[in-house]
């Protein structure tokens, strides 16, 4: 606006440069191809009864009014809330208590239980899966554990029973998520300046308060990514079902991302698979925007 | 700013998909007529017809079986030097779901070997993907080398929704079913003979359990398993013609009759009365059968499969039988052929394809696979086999030569893989009663048929 000199195609000091789009070309152009495109295809697909193999019918709006509306479906929306819990609360409350342990008392070997805790995360989770799956086997560790201190009257057959089936693929969620927390945690309270913990020990907080009223607060961003990557984590579980329980007993156990499986490549309707995983992604990113939206304002 | 260019980015991703509606998914390949081969235009000279090189997609990857096709390629590309076999071989999970997208995508493999459920071999029929082999079959004879059951278990009408029926469209190299594998000396030690009726199993279910055994050896978390299990009992006790047409997913049978509330019934009594493992619906299907060729149960139903894994634990121990019969004496046995080889819609050389399907079912690529362990389709009787592989070999004789094969029960629907092993589960864990398992059988069947 103002500068006259210069050339005429340099605008107001800040403003990109076309140039700049060309840094970003590559990136954008492996993002459309790989993200937006499939995208664009899929809300395509949900328009239309395909069987993956024949031609499809466009069947317009159909697919949406049959997830809405469909009561088959709310079980399995209904289990994932359930594994909102494993997979998001818990690890979140593990992680807060396990990183003010380690990061602030000096625990011997503190940097050996950080790996330990950790590694959950660097495990394919189909390897997870199938170590769980042995774990909770009738005559498996787990129950032979139960019955080596007396307590015969707890064993179960933890995946093969409706009651406990999906709080023990839940629990392997936990157990996954609650490392990553924990490192996310530490990081964030590596930024406290151990003085104010001095100035609250001396004021006589205990190691709780100390928790509440110094970590806490610092850890609020933290917190927001540790709620945006579990929720997702949680939503979009496929694996740990597929591997250890395949849906079962019954039908106990079915999550939104495997009816998506079910029904795309099983039962040969792709259209209405690819619709639920569009709500599903619809649903993932709503949540994602809401959390951040909740962080950001608690931030001023 | 940014608003006003997100905004119009939005309003160009409409455009783009809207402009993408105009052309309806799969429409870019002709599905729908299937070209038909007559049996005088087909050239059984493979000499002639120049330079070919035939893409065969198999699941043939245990060593029972990769052995003997490997073989045989080998020998039909010596046989014929101006043939390239370019075999690709994966697992069964694996290929049943690339074969979906290899062989709609325009550039499909020759020859596939394609699962016979409605929602795979079906559903490629219907869509035009795969040839009528009815003429090939007249040709080579094919329709007096494999028998009617066998047949069945690969033909489908045209438009691809009957199923047991109309045209053939691929032809196996191993035979398969559900029998009874028992561990012998178990038997011995509770003074009871291999039961040849219902009545007999039972009573032998009993004895077993009150000696401290594991009756039936059993783990369902995959799901599947239970899904044999249920079948095995409704051999038992509903008629072959009706296990036929729930199976096949034909019109005229009922799940809701009688004879299916006995066998649900009877599956939830053995369940009552402790006849399977403890927690089976916590149990995998590998680990249960381990425990059996480790010495853990009386019996284990499962598939003829498994014989060169049980045989490895148990050895001499391991018997196999047919399922006992009902109170109609009517032998009935879950089971048929391994999955088909079928030639693409697509295949440039189809009457090449077809000489290689005839040369890898020919009698000496049975007395192969029968050699490495495994249970070919047909021409038992030339096998020089003994032990088990003798007592499996007699079984499935007296099974094909009574045509008393029932077809595998989740092949009957599109829906019926997932909601099948479900069910079965629900009735099971008693969750559902033998009504309501059969009722949600019963609507999936109704709606489906018609």
Redesign the interface.
């Known amino acids: 606006m103002s500068a006259g000199r210069g050339t005429a195609t340099r605008g107001a000091p800040g403003e990109p440069r076309a140039v700049a789009y060309l840094y970003l070309a590559p990136a954008l152009l492996v993002w459309a191809l790989f993200m937006?495109w499939p995208l664009?295809?899929a809300?395509?697909?949900s328009?239309?009864e395909?069987?993956?193999?024949?031609?499809?019918?466009?069947v317009g709006l159909d697919n949406y009014v049959a997830v809405f509306t469909d009561p088959e479906l709310r079980e399995p929306f209904g289990h994932a809330l359930v594994l909102l819990f494993f997979f998001s609360v818990l690890p979140i409350l593990f992680g807060l208590v396990l990183a003010s342990i380690t990061a602030r008392a000096d625990v011997r070997g503190a940097g050996f239980f950080r790996t330990v805790i950790f590694l959950p995360q660097v495990v394919a989770m189909v390897v997870v899966a199938i170590a769980w799956?042995?774990i909770?086997?009738?005559?498996g560790p787990l129950n032979d554990g139960l019955r080596a201190l007396g307590l015969d009257g707890l064993t179960?057959?933890?995946?093969?029973?409706?009651a406990t089936a999906l709080a023990a693929v839940g629990l392997v969620g936990t157990w996954v998520g609650t490392g990553l927390c924990m490192v996310l945690f530490l990081a964030g309270l590596s930024k406290v300046p151990r003085e104010l913990y001095e100035a609250a020990a001396l004021d006589g907080a205990g190691a709780l308060r100390q928790l509440w009223h110094v970590g806490l607060p610092a850890l609020r961003g933290e917190i927001a990514v540790a709620i945006t990557l579990t929720v997702v984590a949680a939503l979009r579980t496929f694996d740990l079902v597929y591997v250890m329980?395949?849906?079962?007993?019954?039908?106990a156990t079915r999550v939104p991302a495997y009816e998506v499986w079910?029904w795309s490549?099983?039962?040969?309707?792709?259209g209405y698979g690819v619709t639920i995983a569009l709500v599903l992604t619809a649903l993932i990113l709503l949540v994602t925007v809401v959390v951040n939206q909740v962080a950001e304002r608690g931030e001023r | 700013m940014t608003r006003f260019r997100a905004r119009s980015l939005v309003v160009a991703a409409a455009t783009a998909a809207l402009a993408l509606t105009a052309c309806a998914p799969g429409g870019g390949s002709d599905g729908g007529d299937a070209p038909q081969r007559q049996a005088s235009d087909v050239e059984t000279d493979v000499a002639s017809a120049g330079d070919v090189t035939l893409t065969v997609w198999d699941q043939e990857v245990r060593s029972g079986q990769d052995k003997p096709l490997k073989e045989l390629n080998a020998e039909f590309m010596e046989q014929y030097p101006n043939v390239t076999i370019k075999r690709v071989s994966r697992s069964f999970d694996d290929l049943q779901k690339q074969v979906r997208l290899a062989i709609s995508s325009g550039d499909a493999p020759d020859v596939v070997q394609a699962n016979n459920a409605r929602a795979d071999m079906g559903s490629f029929v219907s869509a035009g993907l795969l040839r009528s082999l009815d003429g090939y079959a007249e040709v080579y004879g094919w329709n007096e080398r494999f028998g009617a059951d066998v047949r069945a278990v690969s033909s489908y009408s045209e438009d691809g929704k009957t199923f047991g029926e109309g045209s053939l469209y691929g032809v196996p190299l191993t035979g398969e079913m559900v029998g009874v594998w028992y561990n012998k000396a178990k038997l011995d030690e509770l003074g009871i003979e291999p039961p040849q009726t219902m009545e007999d199993f039972e009573a032998a279910l009993a004895t077993a359990k009150e000696a401290g055994e594991v009756p039936i050896q059993f783990g369902d978390l995959d799901q599947w398993p239970g899904v044999h299990t249920f079948g095995f009992v409704q051999n038992m006790t509903v008629p072959r013609d009706d296990i036929v047409k729930l199976g096949f997913g034909q019109a005229g049978a009922s799940w809701t009759s009688s004879e299916n509330e006995t066998a649900a019934q009877t599956l939830v009594d053995w369940v009552d009365r402790g006849y399977f493992t403890d927690g089976f619906l916590g149990l995998g299907y590998d680990p249960s059968w381990q425990s059996f060729a480790k010495g853990e149960g009386v019996f284990l139903v499962s598939g003829t499969w498994l014989l060169a894994d049980l045989q490895s634990g148990l050895g001499d121990d391991l018997g196999f039988m047919l399922p006992p019969t009902g109170e109609s004496g009517e032998l009935a046995v879950t089971g048929s052929t391994g999955l088909p080889f079928a030639i693409t819609s697509e295949s440039e050389n189809p009457d090449v394809a077809a000489a290689y399907l005839d040369f890898i079912t020919s009698e000496d690529a049975m007395a192969k696979i029968s050699d490495a362990g495994g249970l070919p389709v047909y021409d038992l009787e030339s096998q020089q086999v003994d032990g088990i592989q003798g007592e499996m070999f007699d079984a499935w004789t007296t099974a094909t030569d009574e045509q008393a094969l029932t077809p595998y029960l989740d092949w009957a629907s599109p829906e019926s893989s997932t909601l099948l092993p479900a069910e079965v589960q629900k009735l099971m864990d008693k969750s559902a009663s033998p009504a309501e398992f059969l009722q949600a059988l019963e609507d999936d069947y109704a709606s489906f048929t018609g």
Do not use: C, K, M
């Open positions: 937006a664009i295809r809300v395509w697909l328009f239309y395909w069987d993956g193999l024949s031609v499809g019918t466009w799956r042995q909770y086997e009738p005559s179960h057959a933890w995946l093969g029973e409706q329980t395949t849906g079962g007993p019954g039908t079910r490549l099983n039962e040969g309707r792709v």
